[in-house]
């Protein structure tokens, strides 16, 4: 069986082969409902998808959001770092405070159309940008018990904590399940 990661983000995409390294890496620009809800948006990229690819995939949304502001920017962070800025993200902080949680959730399909959800989370606080490592949202997050934002670690050390481990980790969970399932023949 081969499993294709559907995304346009080689971060992502490396993060998840470092975790699973046989997944397969396929760049279709999906269109991306939005949502608060970061369920919602994940069907919503599976059902689109499946109108461009059969087999077995996954879709991926990671998100930020401030406890203090409600699940925002949660699904919409991509949005908020491109008009404000990772600096503007950390300033919401003097607002809203700086509690956060960071949110993957990985989209599984298989060839029968069945859809399973695999998430991930990690308190957190929005801290000053920090680091050169990363990308995206990585230079403002500092998780839980730990004194560096995810731009100032190594990959390695990212992976040992991420909300995106977590969540492969439900998918690889679930994969062993069905391949122990299947009787060798």
Not at 33 to 47: M, N, Y
Not at 68 to 91: C, D, E, H, N, Q
Not at 166 to 172: D, F, I, N, S, T
Request: with cysteine; aromatic share 10%; net charge negative.
């Amino acid at each position: 069986m081969t499993l294709l990661f559907i995304t346009g983000n080689k971060d992502k995409l490396r993060e998840v082969q470092t975790l699973i390294p046989d997944v397969q890496g396929l760049d279709l620009d999906l269109p991306e409902i939005q949502e608060i809800d970061p369920h919602k948006v994940i069907a919503a990229k599976l059902v689109e998808a499946r109108k461009h690819h059969s087999g077995v995939f996954l879709v991926e949304d990671t998100s930020l959001s401030l406890d203090g502001m409600g699940g925002l920017p949660g699904p919409f962070i991509r949005w908020f770092i491109t008009s404000i800025g990772v600096g503007g993200v950390y300033a919401l902080t003097r607002t809203f405070g700086a509690r956060a949680t960071a949110r993957t959730i990985f989209g599984y399909a298989d060839e029968n159309d069945n859809m399973l959800f695999f998430e991930g989370s990690l308190g957190g606080l929005v801290v000053p940008p920090r680091g050169t490592d990363g990308f995206g949202w990585d230079s403002v997050f500092q998780p839980d018990h730990f004194s560096k934002t995810f731009a100032e670690m190594s990959p390695a050390e990212k992976n040992l904590c991420s909300m995106r481990k977590k969540a492969v980790a439900g998918l690889q969970r679930y994969l062993e399940t069905q391949h122990a399932s299947v009787p060798n023949t």
